[in-house]
C-alpha cells in the first residue's frame, strides 16, 4: 500500500478512507470525457477529518483533488496527476438555518436543490440553480462559480456566498467572511475550482420566493430570431428572471423524453420567466410578449399553473441529458458573449458546425449571452472526435473575438485550461499566480487546473523575496 | 520642470498637482501628479516603486479618512484626468469607464440610455468610481442589488511594479480565471490601482418613492416587526436618529424610519398602501411620502454618512447581523451616555450596517478623548471601523480596531502584489 493510503487508514480508518483500485476508479472521472487514477480517496464526515487528510497529504507531497458530485464538465475534479481525492459526499447537511437574517451555513456536499427544497416552507430559496442542481453540490458549485437559468437576475454563485470555512495548505481550518474587515478572501476563493484550499463549509445568502411567477414559452422560426428578440428585451430595459433558448434539435430531444409541451415543429422555442410583485405580472408578460411577436414569434403561451411550469423547468434542465435519445455523444461547450453579439455568434456556430461536419444542438442561458452549444459526435470515429476537440475551440475563438469569453459557468478546469490565454495575457495570469502563491505556493491543491502549462512556474511566479 | 530627486517624471504625459491638496492624515507628499492614461499612472507607479517611495492614489477623496495615515508617503497620484467613458452598449448592459470618473458622471452617462448602477455613493459628484471601489463602500441599497463587488464584472489594475493587469471582462457571467477584481474592491488601494472598471448595469426603476416616519420607542418595536413582513420589500430601509440633513422634510428628535421602494408604478402604490396601513396599526399616525425628486431625497441621506459637521465628529461602522443591529445600536449608545455626546446612528434594517457618528460641541472635542472612546467602543462592538472624521478629531485611533481571522493571509497577499509596501503603506487592516 502507497504511503499516502496508510497514514490516512492509521489516522482516519477504514470507514473513511479507499484505497483499492476497484474503489478508487469511482474517483478517477467526472463529466469530461478524460481520467486519472488517486493513489487514495478520503470521504471525512467534517472539517477536523479534511484537515487531518491535506495534512498527510501535504506531507508526502501528493496532491489534493475536492470532488462534490463529479457533474463538472470540465475536469475540474479529475485526478490528472493521482494523490489524494476528498469526496464530500458524507459532508452534505444544512449545519445552520438563520431565517430572520435570511442566511445558512452549509457543508460543501449539501446537494443544492437540497437547499432550496429544505428551506422553502420558510419562503425563502438559495437562487444559484445550475441545470445540474438536482445531484451537484453547493461546495461544487462554489469552485466553479456556477451559474444557472436564474443568474439573469439573481447573479451567479459568488453574489450568494457570505462566508466560507477552508482547510489550507497548512491543513489548518481557516474561515473568511463578507463582514470582516480586510481582503475579500471570500470572493477570491468562489470560482477558484478547488486551486485555493479545500471548503468545508459555505454561508449561503437566501432570498425570499416571489409572490407571483410566471413562465411562458414562444416559438420562433429559428435560433437567430429568437436571439434577436432576447436581445431586444434586454436592450428595452426588461430583465426577466430567466430568458433561455432552446433550438430544434434539443427541443425534439426533450420532448420525446419529457412531453412537457414544447413547441417542436419550430426552428427554436424560448422560455421566459417573470417573478416579482404579482401585480407587475401581466405587464410585464405583455410586454415581452410583443417583443417577441416583433422579432418574429410564431406563438405565445403561458403555463397555466404550477405543475405546468415545473415541468417546462424540469425539461429545461434536463435537456443535456435528454440528448443522450439522439446522440452516442456530446460534447458541451460554455463559453459567454455581449448579449447584443447572440444573434451573429449564432449564424457563425452555423458556418462552424457545417465545416467541421459536427451539428450542433444549442441550449443556452440567453439573456446573460450565455452559451451551450451541445457538439454532437461519435466518439468511436476518430475522425469525429477531432473535428469536435477543433469545432469546440473554433467556437471559443469566435466568442472570444466578439468580446466574451471561453466560460461563463462551468469553469476552466482541466478542458480549457490551455485556451485561458486567449482570454488573458501573461501578466494578468501572473497576477492570478500570485494569488495562488498565497494559498498553495506548492501547487499540490488541485494542480494542472485552470492555468495552462508553464503559466504559474518560472520568473512569472517567484515567490517573494524575504522583504 | 516635473522632477523629484530621484524620480524623474518630466518625460510621461502627466499633470504636475500642488501638493498642499493631497495632505493625509497630517502628512503631505513630496509630489503630485495626475497621469493623463494609464501607461503614465503605470511608470509613475513602477519609479516610485523603483526608489523605495510610499505612493497614495486619490479619486475625490471623500472616503480617504478609511484608513491610517501612510507610514510613507512620497507621491500622490490623482486620477482626476483618466475620466473617459471606455465603452458602452446601452443594449449589453454593461459598460467600462476609468476609475477617475465621477458617481454623479457614471449615473448621469446610464440615465440617459435609462440604466444606472447603484453604487450609492455619498458625495457622488466628487467621489470617484475607483474611489468607492478601493473604500469598498456598501451603501443602503446592497442587500436589493448587490454591493460594488457584486456589480463589477471586469478590472484592471496597475500593480506596484507597472504591471497592467486585468480580470474578469464585458459579460455578465464569467468563470474564467481567479476572480482577482474582488480582491481590488474594499482593498484601499494597497494592492493595486484599479484603472478600468466594467460593471453590469440594471434598467432604472420607473418609479421610486420614499416615505419617512418617525418612531417613537414605544411603538418602534411593533412598526418594524410590521415592516419586516410587507409582501413587497423595500429596496432600502434605514433608521435615522439624528443626522438632521438627511430628511430635511421630516424634523423628529424620534428615530425617522425612511423606506424607498422601486419598481413599476402598480407595485410602488401598492407598497405605499401596505406601509402606510402597517405603519398605522402600529400606532404610527403620520407617513411623509417624497414623490418629488427622490433622487434628492436619496442622495441627502447617502452624504449624511459622512458628513463631519466641520470636523465635530468622528463616525464609525459597525457590520454584523441584522437581528443583532438594534442591539449593536444600544450597545453604543452606552458609549456615547459615558462620553457625554450626542450619537446620530443609521440602523441599516436589511444590511445590518450601523452608522454611529459621535458629535461633540466643539471641534477640538476629541482631541482628549478620541482613543479612549473608540477602545470603549470596540470592547463591545468588533468590527467598528472609522468612516468619516478629520485627522485632528480622531489622531490616536487606528482606523480598523481589529483583525480578521485570515489576516496572515492578508499579509501574505500584501508582500506579493506590492513587495516594497509602496502602495498606500499602513493604511490598510493590521498595519499593511
Known amino acids: ?467 | 520642470m516635473i522632477e523629484t530627486a530621484p524620480l524623474r517624471f518630466d518625460d510621461l504625459a502627466l499633470d504636475l498637482q500642488r501638493v498642499d491638496e493631497f495632505g493625509l492624515g497630517g502628512r503631505t507628499p513630496t509630489l503630485a501628479v495626475a497621469p493623463h492614461d494609464t501607461a503614465a499612472l503605470a511608470a509613475v507607479q513602477r519609479r516610485a516603486n523603483d526608489a523605495g517611495f510610499g505612493v497614495v492614489v486619490f479619486g475625490g477623496a471623500t472616503m480617504q479618512a478609511l484608513g491610517n495615515a501612510p507610514t510613507r508617503y512620497d507621491v500622490a497620484i490623482s486620477l482626476a484626468r483618466l475620466t473617459r467613458v471606455l465603452a458602452y452598449e446601452p443594449r449589453d448592459l454593461t459598460i467600462a469607464v476609468e476609475a477617475g470618473m465621477s458617481v454623479a458622471t457614471l449615473s448621469a452617462t446610464l440615465a440617459q440610455a435609462g440604466q444606472f448602477v447603484p453604487l450609492d455613493a455619498p458625495r457622488a459628484a466628487t467621489a470617484t468610481v475607483g474611489g468607492t471601489l478601493a473604500a469598498g463602500w456598501r451603501g443602503p441599497r446592497r442587500t436589493t442589488y448587490g454591493s460594488s463587488r457584486d456589480l463589477v464584472i471586469g478590472t484592471e489594475a496597475i500593480l506596484a511594479d507597472g504591471t497592467h493587469a486585468h480580470a474578469g471582462g464585458m459579460v455578465v457571467k464569467n468563470v474564467t480565471g481567479y476572480d482577482v477584481g474582488k480582491l481590488y474592491i474594499g482593498s484601499l488601494g494597497t494592492l493595486g490601482t484599479l484603472v478600468r472598471v466594467n460593471f453590469k448595469c440594471l434598467p432604472l426603476p420607473p418609479v421610486r418613492r420614499i416615505a419617512i416616519a418617525p418612531l417613537s420607542d414605544e411603538n418602534r418595536e411593533r412598526a418594524l416587526a410590521h415592516l419586516a413582513a410587507l409582501a413587497i420589500e423595500p429596496t432600502c430601509a434605514l433608521l435615522v436618529r439624528g443626522f438632521d440633513a438627511a430628511t430635511p422634510d421630516v424634523k423628529s428628535d424620534d428615530p425617522r424610519l425612511f423606506v424607498l421602494f422601486e419598481g413599476s408604478d402598480a407595485v410602488v402604490e401598492r407598497a405605499t398602501r401596505d406601509l402606510r396601513s402597517a405603519l398605522g396599526a402600529a400606532g404610527i399616525p403620520s407617513t411623509t411620502i417624497v414623490d418629488r425628486n427622490p433622487e434628492h431625497a436619496f442622495a441627502r441621506v447617502l452624504d449624511a454618512y459622512i458628513d463631519t459637521l466641520g470636523g465635530r465628529s468622528i463616525t464609525f461602522r459597525s457590520t454584523g447581523l441584522p437581528s443583532t443591529v438594534l442591539d449593536r445600536c444600544a450597545l453604543a449608545d452606552e458609549v456615547a451616555r459615558d462620553f457625554v455626546l450626542r450619537l446620530d446612528t443609521i440602523v441599516d434594517l436589511r444590511s445590518g450596517d450601523l452608522t454611529l457618528r459621535f458629535v461633540a460641541p466643539k471641534k477640538n472635542a476629541f482631541v482628549q478623548i478620541a482613543a479612549t472612546l473608540a477602545g470603549d467602543l470596540r470592547e463591545r462592538l468588533v468590527p467598528c471601523t472609522i468612516l468619516a472624521g478629520d485627522a485632528a478629531a480622531r489622531s490616536g485611533i487606528d482606523a480598523w480596531g481589529s483583525q480578521p481571522p485570515a489576516m496572515a493571509a492578508m499579509r501574505s497577499l500584501k508582500s506579493r502584489f506590492d513587495e516594497r509596501a509602496t502602495l498606500a503603506p499602513g493604511r490598510f487592516v493590521g498595519g499593511i
Open chain 1, 1 to 467: 500500500m502507497p504511503e499516502l493510503a496508510a497514514r490516512l487508514l492509521s489516522a482516519l480508518g477504514p470507514e473513511a478512507v479507499r484505497s483499492a483500485p476497484e474503489d478508487l476508479a469511482a474517483y478517477a472521472y467526472d463529466a469530461y470525457s478524460e481520467d486519472g487514477l488517486p493513489s487514495a480517496a478520503v470521504i471525512p464526515r467534517d472539517a477536523r477529518e479534511v484537515a487531518i487528510a491535506v495534512r498527510i497529504a501535504r506531507e508526502c507531497g501528493e496532491p489534493v483533488v475536492p470532488r462534490g458530485a463529479g457533474t463538472g464538465l470540465c475536469g475540474g475534479a479529475i485526478p490528472v496527476r493521482g494523490g489524494l481525492v476528498i469526496s464530500f459526499a458524507r459532508m452534505n447537511r444544512i449545519l445552520e438555518l438563520d431565517v430572520r437574517n435570511r442566511r445558512a451555513r452549509v457543508q460543501p456536499g449539501l446537494i443544492n436543490l437540497d437547499l432550496s427544497r429544505a428551506i422553502a416552507r420558510h419562503g425563502i430559496f438559495y437562487a444559484p440553480d445550475p441545470s445540474s442542481q438536482k445531484i451537484s453540490t453547493i461546495g461544487g458549485n462554489v469552485g466553479t462559480n456556477a451559474g444557472g437559468p436564474h443568474c439573469l437576475s439573481y447573479g451567479t454563485t459568488t453574489n450568494h456566498v457570505l462566508a466560507i470555512e477552508y482547510v489550507d495548505d497548512d491543513g489548518e481550518v481557516r474561515s473568511t467572511s463578507l463582514d470582516d474587515i480586510g481582503y475579500d478572501l471570500t470572493g477570491a476563493l468562489v470560482g477558484s475550482e478547488g486551486t485555493l484550499g479545500v471548503i468545508t463549509a459555505v454561508d449561503v445568502r437566501l432570498m425570499r420566493l416571489p409572490e407571483a411567477v410566471r413562465v411562458c414559452v414562444a416559438a420562433f422560426p429559428d435560433v437567430e430570431s429568437a436571439s434577436e428578440a432576447v436581445s431586444a428585451i434586454i436592450g428595452a430595459g426588461i430583465v426577466p428572471t430567466a430568458l433561455e433558448i432552446m433550438d430544434k434539435l434539443i427541443v425534439s430531444a426533450v420532448e420525446a423524453h419529457y412531453h412537457a409541451g414544447y413547441p417542436t415543429e419550430s426552428g427554436a422555442v424560448l422560455l421566459v420567466e417573470v417573478a416579482g410583485a404579482s401585480d407587475d405580472m401581466d405587464a410585464s408578460e405583455s410586454a415581452i410578449a410583443q417583443i417577441a411577436r416583433a422579432h418574429g414569434a410564431l406563438s405565445w403561451r403561458a403555463a397555466r399553473d404550477a405543475a405546468e411550469r415545473d415541468a417546462l423547468w424540469a425539461s429545461r434542465k434536463g435537456a443535456a441529458g435528454a440528448m443522450g435519445r439522439i446522440a452516442p455523444n456530446y460534447y458541451i461547450q460554455d463559453a459567454c458573449v455581449p448579449r447584443t453579439k447572440l444573434p451573429q455568434v449564432m449564424n457563425a456556430i452555423d458556418a462552424i458546425s457545417a465545416e467541421y461536419h459536427i451539428p450542433v444542438g444549442n441550449v443556452f442561458h440567453a439573456g446573460d449571452g450565455n452559451l451551450h452549444p451541445l457538439l454532437i459526435f461519435d466518439r468511436r470515429d476518430a475522425r469525429q472526435v477531432a473535428a469536435v476537440v477543433e469545432a469546440g475551440t473554433a467556437i471559443l475563438k469566435t466568442c472570444v473575438a466578439m468580446g466574451g469569453t471561453i466560460s461563463g459557468e462551468h469553469g476552466i478546469g482541466y478542458e480549457k485550461r490551455e485556451t485561458l490565454s486567449m482570454v488573458f495575457s501573461t501578466d494578468d495570469l501572473a497576477t492570478m499566480g500570485r494569488v495562488r502563491d498565497v494559498f498553495d505556493p506548492a501547487r499540490l491543491f488541485n494542480p494542472d487546473k485552470i492555468f495552462p502549462t508553464g503559466a504559474m512556474c518560472g520568473e512569472v511566479a517567484q515567490p517573494p523575496s524575504a522583504a
